[in-house]
């Protein structure tokens, strides 16, 4: 069984472009969690997902910044314009749907780490 | 709001100690506790994950335990090892909803 699995694992952009990070859930699981991490801080949720559906985006800022799960394919968390803040960890999460057990076990991806230039 | 804080925020110690890492959160209505483990530039490897409704998780040398009534959980780590350098994070999931709060880990260091 792959686990959840996110690329590109490193990701450098310069100041105004745009950044797309990808997230495969574990098979069968249709619940994704995006994450962010800055330097020598913890995690902070972004937003959470289902299967063509955002389920929380509280975490998400405002601006710049947009995620979605399409029916097929990866999960993709966008952020548009990058600025040198955006330069983080970036983990996604995912779990089995409701009535499959451990709902509440979030199995997590290897990260992508963005470095805006 | 929830808040999870974990002291100390570096700890280095000889090899062969036992250890003790802390973790507090200020909701006690909690789902589960989940101790981590992140080595730098790499992902997160769950360690242990307690339930709300139990006391304690062992995994080999690690005993994470859980005391929901005052805020807190530890990570005792026997034996140290070197390998076991890392940063541990501690992970709240609250009873009425998926997101995990986190803190900001502890940094360990363990001195061959």
């Known amino acids: 069984n792959a686990g959840v699995m996110q690329n590109p694992r490193h990701l450098v952009r310069r100041r105004g472009q745009e950044a797309r990070l990808r997230c495969s859930p574990v098979?069968?699981?249709?619940?994704v969690y995006w994450y962010r991490q800055l330097p020598e801080e913890g995690l902070k949720f972004m937003v959470y997902l289902q299967k063509e559906n955002i389920i929380d985006e509280s975490g998400m800022p405002k601006e710049r910044f947009s995620a979605e799960f399409p029916k097929e394919g990866p999960s993709i968390l966008r952020i548009q314009q990058v600025v040198r803040g955006d330069s983080a960890a970036y983990f996604c999460?995912?779990?089995?749907?409701?009535?499959?057990?451990?709902?509440?076990?979030?199995?997590f991806g290897p990260g992508t780490r963005l470095t805006v230039l | 709001k929830q808040e999870v804080t974990q002291i100390p925020a570096a700890l280095s110690v000889p090899e062969g100690e036992n250890l003790v890492l802390n973790c507090s959160f200020t909701d006690s209505a909690i789902y589960n506790l989940q101790w981590f483990r992140q080595d730098p530039g790499k992902g997160l490897t769950s360690l242990l994950l307690i339930q709300s409704s139990q006391r304690e998780q062992t995994s080999g040398r690690l005993n994470a335990s859980l005391d929901k009534s005052s805020g807190r959980s530890t990570l005792y780590i026997a034996a140290s090892q070197p390998g076991d350098s890392a940063t541990y994070l501690c992970?709240?999931?609250?009873?009425?909803?998926?997101?995990?709060?986190w803190g900001a880990g502890t940094k360990l260091i363990i001195k061959p």
């Open positions: 098979k069968g699981h249709s619940h």
């Open positions: 999460a995912s779990s089995p749907p409701v009535g499959q057990g451990a709902r509440d076990t979030q199995y």
């Open positions: 992970a709240v999931k609250g009873d009425s909803n998926y997101q995990l709060i």
